[in-house]
Nanobody
Framework: QVHLVESGGGLVQAGGSLRLSCAAS????????IGWFRQAPGKEREFVLA????????SYEVSVKGRFTISRDNAKNTAYLQMNSLKPEDTDVYYC????????????????WGQGTQVTVSS
């Protein structure tokens, strides 16, 4: 059974940083691209960024480029989302997802999802 577990969310002031982790089990982690998405109440889940299986290709949503970084450690079956210069509008529930294939930005392209972790940025 596949599990993706996000951690590292919390409350931070604007301009601060957080690092989210996505720990995977039950799958061959190195065979999956990992994406991070976020969702506010009443809104659609939206793409943030993704990293390919080997970690040498990344795709970004424009509003986070230069502030957010995705990385992965295949030996630890874990992906990371480093978020710097956080803004109040980054407040959302953040989800990681795994896809058997290259990076994609559509939620429908991902096979497995975590339960999400709340990030709240105060002004």
């Amino acid at each position: 059974q596949v599990h993706l577990v996000e951690s590292g969310g919390g409350l931070v002031q604007a301009g601060g940083s957080l690092r989210l982790s996505c720990a995977a089990s039950g799958l061959t982690f190195s065979s999956y691209s990992i994406g991070w998405f976020r969702q506010a109440p009443g809104k659609e889940r939206e793409f943030v960024l993704a990293i390919n299986r080997s970690g040498n290709f990344r795709s970004y949503e424009v509003s986070v480029k230069g502030r957010f970084t995705i990385s992965r450690d295949n030996a630890k079956n874990t992906a990371y989302l480093q978020m710097n210069s956080l803004k109040p509008e980054d407040t959302d529930v953040y989800y990681c997802a795994a896809r058997d294939g290259g990076t994609r930005s559509r939620i429908y392209d991902y096979d497995y999802w975590g339960q999400g972790t709340q990030v709240t940025v105060s002004s």
